[in-house]
């Protein structure tokens, strides 16, 4: 079991965690923070990686030469 810590939030900023547990449908708070925190890494290695999405055309044969 990992350790646990405690932190402190604001009661409006508990409150939109709350919220947002509820919509995903998780169980804590935790499972919520770990969604939030992979969506901004997903989003950020789009950013990142999708610079030229729908620009690059695939390699061909003559692309070789």
Request: glycine share 4%; aromatic share 6%; net charge positive.
């Amino acid at each position: 079991m990992e350790e646990t810590v405690v932190i402190k939030v604001s009661r409006s900023t508990l409150e939109m965690l709350e919220k947002l547990r509820r919509k995903f449908g998780l169980s804590t708070i935790d499972e919520t923070i770990r969604i939030l925190i992979k969506q901004y890494r997903i989003q950020k290695l789009n950013e990142v990686f999708g610079l030229d999405k729908g620009r690059i055309k695939p390699f061909s044969e003559e692309d070789r030469h």
